[in-house]
């Protein structure tokens, strides 16, 4: 069996390798703020050509392969197997899907930025209590070791755990390779996480046992402008010239694109996507959560952040109780979907004080700009919805998907009635907060809607009074034409007697060589060829249709037969319908008898 050798030297340059987007570094300066649309196809292991579209060519060896689609697992015994992960466990993913997705790269590519893995470790024991289990680094070189750590249970686990999770920071290819194969995880996670798709499915179902989940659920959080910047300088020095260049023209030119951050100028502050990509390993022996965390240009929320918040919600007397009450790890999920909400409820905060000082904008003054402004946030709302309908997905997923390990044969069945209340309660507090989220989403459309209209009555408003005043210049210029054409023709007799008088003819200076009979006959018949020639171009109300210019010289022609010859026929046509007319007035006005001398209804002849 073909499977993806990964050799990893012991040099820096070529074992510091961390899992990135999937893009390369030249993508990455070219739009460093921007995250690639889902392939939502591509979400879950339910599709049965995983990271193959339309028109893709099928593998012939693999097609060919007559080995078991499904290894027999590793026991784990002084093995190296992770090194082919994750074609060693899943077969069907060959060298074109693995690239495809991603994962190629996250393993091989991106050497060049020389961060180290580092995976911080919340216990919570059988008692409910979060406690702080130290930080495992995985140095470059040192992937035996690291190995050896992961195989033992990511360091030794007391026997009183009840969940270990791991927040994995510059997630790295021999980790991600490590992991996966430990825990036999489907390579949709990982490709779902490099993908910021939206996804959530269940696998290795296990009665009595366990099974996998995974939740990878992109969101929007907000941060103050200048925060974004310096994260973003802190992530990438080498483009320090680029970022700030960015950010000081990311103001004037933001464009339609939903995947970019929103940048809300009135607040300073920016809407960037956000991650949330866990991976859950119920088992009744002792459960494990993988959060990863991407390493972007986007000030992400980082690992060690979100390893502080989940140990901090172990303090939290309602929680604790409920952790102190049931086993099941579920409710520790449950936290992390509560970051995201508190990081969409801040965002759309954010985003409706944008809109009140729009509003106060819009009213102060009016400017069609505004609009183009308006159509951005009103394109990222509609990004937003759809976003939370994912959210909302996500919490019913988690609502309906039982804990294989929660039955009979391993538990009470009050306890177990009493973990499945508490569950479809926390689970119906979040679809709450989200029915909340998007009623005020749609709110804030409304508002904009609203603002919009303002912006164009503004601008109609303005557009009529120029027109008005353009209205009243016309008029005051019509005046004076008009006092001009006065003046003219009160000078127009006199003009023309001097005109008359001043003609060198010999009725009127003695001596001349010419006579008003001649100046008549030159006159006249100039004077009707330049009227016959006009006419001939503005003939287009004469002859019907499109005519040669020759057709119409023969206007006069044309203007004589239809008033003399088609004259008659008109004629004609009136005295019938006058005495049609005529005789429909005589029935009604007289009426109709039939033969025994009785009125009819009066008809039409």
Not at 73 to 97: A, I, M, V
Not at 254 to 267: E, F, G, H, M, R
């Amino acid at each position: 069996m073909d499977t993806l050798r990964v050799v990893h030297n012991r040099s820096a340059a070529s074992s510091r390798v961390s899992v990135r987007s999937g893009k390369s570094h030249k993508s990455w300066h070219s739009n460093p703020s921007r995250i690639a649309p889902p392939p939502h196809r591509h979400a879950a292991p339910s599709a049965p050509w995983p990271w193959i579209d339309i028109g893709d060519e099928v593998d012939p060896h693999q097609l060919a392969n007559e080995e078991p689609p499904i290894p027999p697992l590793c026991k784990h015994e002084d093995c190296r197997c992770w090194t082919g992960y994750p074609q060693s466990r899943f077969p069907n993913w060959t060298d074109k899907q693995v690239k495809k997705s991603k994962i190629w790269d996250a393993i091989h590519n991106d050497a060049s930025l020389d961060l180290e893995c580092n995976i911080y470790k919340c216990d919570v024991n059988s008692k409910g209590h979060f406690m702080d289990a130290g930080v495992m680094h995985a140095p470059p070189g040192e992937e035996d070791q690291v190995w050896n750590e992961i195989l033992s249970g990511i360091g030794n686990r007391p026997n009183n755990l009840r969940v270990r999770a791991l927040f994995v920071q510059n997630m790295s290819g021999p980790v991600l390779q490590m992991l996966g194969a430990r825990y036999n995880i489907e390579p949709f996670f990982f490709s779902s996480s490099l993908n910021w798709i939206p996804s959530r499915f269940q696998e290795e179902i296990v009665t009595d046992q366990g099974d996998h989940i995974t939740i990878t659920l992109p969101f929007i959080k907000s941060m103050p402008e200048d925060e974004f910047v310096l994260k973003q300088l802190s992530l990438h020095p080498s483009n320090a010239s680029f970022t700030s260049k960015k950010a000081s023209t990311l103001l004037g030119s933001q464009k339609i694109d939903t995947q970019a951050p929103l940048v809300l100028y009135s607040n300073s502050r920016i809407l960037a996507l956000d991650l949330i990509s866990v991976h859950l390993i119920r088992n009744l022996g002792g459960s494990t959560i993988i959060s990863y965390h991407p390493t972007l240009n986007l000030p992400t929320t980082a690992a060690n952040y979100l390893h502080e918040r989940i140990r901090f919600a172990g303090q939290s007397v309602y929680w604790q109780s409920m952790f102190q009450r049931t086993p099941d790890p579920t409710l520790v999920l449950m936290c992390f979907i509560w970051h995201a909400m508190y990081a969409w409820d801040e965002a759309l905060e954010s985003l409706y004080q944008h809109i009140l000082a729009l509003e106060d904008r819009v009213i102060s003054t009016a400017h069609m700009p505004l609009t183009k402004e308006l159509h951005v946030i009103r394109a990222h709302h509609l990004h937003y919805t759809s976003l939370l309908d994912d959210f909302n997905k996500s919490i019913t997923f988690i609502k309906e998907t039982q804990n294989p390990f929660m039955t009979v044969k391993n538990f009470d069945e009050a306890l177990i009635d009493e973990n499945a209340d508490l569950l479809k309660r926390e689970c119906k507090s979040l679809e709450h907060e989200v029915l909340r989220l998007q009623s005020e989403l749609k709110m804030q459309e409304r508002r904009l809607k609203n603002v919009m209209n303002l912006v164009f009555s503004s601008v109609n408003i303005t557009d009529s009074k120029y027109m008005r005043e353009m209205t009243e210049a016309a008029v005051r210029d019509s005046a004076a034409m008009k006092q001009i054409a006065y003046l003219t023709m009160i000078f127009l007799p006199s003009s023309f007697v001097a005109t008359v008088f001043g003609m060198n003819v010999t009725e009127i200076n003695p001596g001349s060589g010419t006579s008003i009979p001649i100046y008549i006959a030159v006159a006249v018949p100039l004077t009707l060829f330049t009227a016959w020639v006009i006419v001939a171009f503005q003939s287009k109300y004469i002859f019907p249709g499109e005519v040669p210019f020759w057709r119409r010289l023969t206007w006069p022609f044309f203007l004589l037969y239809s008033l003399w010859f088609q004259k008659p026929q008109r004629r004609g046509d009136h005295d019938s319908f006058d005495e049609e007319h005529d005789d429909i007035k005589i029935d009604i006005e007289e009426g109709s008898q039939d033969g025994h001398g009785r009125p009819v209804s009066p008809r039409r002849h």
